[in-house]
């Protein structure tokens, strides 16, 4: 009888060894501030080889949106499969476990089912007064600059700038009495002069590792930080772009009926050099900063194509999840506004491509509405583990049915928000985004539904969102607001515990 038992438990012990071993690796690739300003999206002038290649690999979602289009929240919906109307947090400097102290984050959840988990880059937001989660990752994370110059004239002849404060959580109370530094960089440097070239090598060296415990499953977070501001790029990226292709936006002002303070102008472009406190900015200005644009994209994108040669040479591809996930898109001067931190469709619309090698098909796209919460069960699902369960919200649905077969549909919309202030008081834009319609009911929460002010625009008939429609079809502002009723109502900023 115990040679029995023992035999039995050799016999469970190998097939536990074995249905580790045939868990698949998790790559996650988040890239700060990339809007589908991409060939694969059918942006002609994008110069972006392996955005494309890894698009080739699977599927790409055309219709993908962040849940809040700001950075340190958009990476809390990300990891912790949690809205921003659900934690209540829409800003840079409150840390998500302040919302839920005890929420389990996406890498923490693969790391208690046996993954080695790290981070490399970017991937929760640092700065601002907020930090890491290290509970998150198996190994300290890998830290990068976000803010870096290497000419010392860009940064005020080497002084701390406002946006090096930032992101370096110094003199936080003193931000604007610290010198701007430049908004772009061209400078004839090898890659890994800039922090997205080292975190590329710093990918390599973990992948090549691998081997070295072939029964050790890793989940692995690239954060990239092109192309966020400033606007550096070695010049050789500089140069694969035609300046003159660039066309300046047509439409500068807001669109007609929508409320005043919906929109924006300059963000945090004010906290570099040379951009006016005010607009309008010149046409000089506003073609480098198009042109900084992309050639930060096409810097960042052969980085990513040297992650993925090397993923190719360890003959890891096979055995590899891979998501590419931008955090929010970017204004461009349409409508006369710059940056993020809107709920227009510039802002919100992000690149999302899952590589699900025997699942998802390799080319394959999708018109299927997904958000950013939605990557958290998707991957859960893919991997095989058991659905994750909080204690955070979790507002995603899995997307698996549509990477099987892309003409299916899991939901009919996609939700995100964003905080304005009206009268004095804060307010939420809730927003509903259809294939066809985008949806924005701006509200106290909790306050009456005839208090709210409507947003709706029709990306069929007005895909430029030029005005405002919502007085004009009352039949789909109804339709849409039911769709808003069946939510939770958005919550505000937690309390603080105090200390």
């Known amino acids: 009888m115990h040679r029995l038992l023992c035999f039995l438990f050799v016999l469970a012990t190998l097939h536990a060894a074995a249905s580790a071993s045939e868990r698949p690796h998790i790559l996650l690739i988040c890239v700060d501030d990339l809007k589908p300003a991409i060939g694969c999206y059918g942006d002609p002038l994008a110069q972006t080889p392996n955005l494309d290649r890894l698009a080739a690999r699977g599927m790409r979602f055309d219709l993908a949106y962040c849940n809040q289009a700001v950075c340190a929240p958009s990476r809390n919906n990300l990891l912790l499969g949690s809205r921003s109307t659900s934690l209540g947090i829409y800003n840079l400097s409150d840390n998500f476990r302040q919302a839920v102290p005890g929420a389990v984050t996406l890498p923490q959840y693969f790391k208690s089912h046996g993954w080695h988990t790290e981070a490399i880059g970017k991937i929760l937001h640092t700065g601002h007064g907020n930090h890491d989660d290290e509970i998150s990752w198996s190994v300290p994370p890998i830290k990068e600059k976000v803010i870096e110059y290497l000419d010392p004239a860009n ?14 959580n110094q003199e936080l109370n003193n931000i604007r009495d610290l010198p701007r530094g430049a908004a772009w960089e061209n400078q004839d440097v090898p890659d890994n002069a800039y922090a997205d070239g080292r975190i590329a090598d710093a990918a390599i060296q973990r992948l090549r ?40 936006p047509k439409r500068v002002t807001p669109p007609e009926g929508a409320p005043v303070y919906a929109g924006k102008t300059l963000g945090e472009l004010n906290n570099y050099a040379p951009i006016p406190e005010n607009p309008p900015l010149t046409p000089e200005i506003k073609r480098t900063l198009l042109h900084g644009y992309y050639a930060a994209v096409s810097f960042m994108d052969a980085q990513l194509g040297r992650v993925l040669d090397e993923l190719d040479a360890q003959g890891l591809a096979q055995k590899t999840i891979i998501v590419l996930w931008g955090d929010h898109g970017w204004h461009l001067g349409d409508h006369g ?24 098909a390799p080319a394959s796209s999708t018109r299927q509405p997904a958000e950013t919460v939605d990557v958290l069960p998707t991957l859960v699902e893919l991997a095989g583990l058991p659905p994750h369960t909080g204690p955070q919200p979790l507002d995603g649905t899995s997307l698996v049915p549509v990477l099987r077969d892309p003409s299916m549909r899991v939901r009919d919309h996609a939700t995100h928000a964003f905080p304005r202030q009206r009268e004095g008081k804060p307010i939420i834009g809730r927003a509903i985004r259809t294939e066809r319609y985008r949806l924005v009911e701006w509200k106290q929460p909790g306050a009456a539904a005839n208090m709210a002010d409507i947003e709706l625009y029709d990306y069929q008939e007005d895909p430029q969102e030029t005005r405002n429609m919502a007085p004009l079809q009352p039949a789909v502002v109804a339709e849409l607001r039911a769709i808003l009723d069946r939510q939770p109502e958005a919550k505000m900023k937690p309390n603080p515990k105090k200390k």
């Open 209 to 248: 590792k691998i081997k070295e415990k072939p029964e050790q499953r890793v989940f692995l977070a690239l954060g990239f930080v092109k192309p966020h501001l400033p606007f550096t790029a070695p010049k050789k990226y500089w140069d694969m772009h035609d300046r003159d292709a660039f066309t300046l």
């Open 337 to 360: 506004m710059w940056t993020k931190h809107t709920n227009y469709e510039q802002a919100n619309r992000i690149p999302l491509i899952f590589i699900a090698p025997d699942i998802a």
């Open 155 to 168: 940064s005020a002849d080497g002084k701390l700038t406002r946006e090096e404060a930032y992101f370096t």
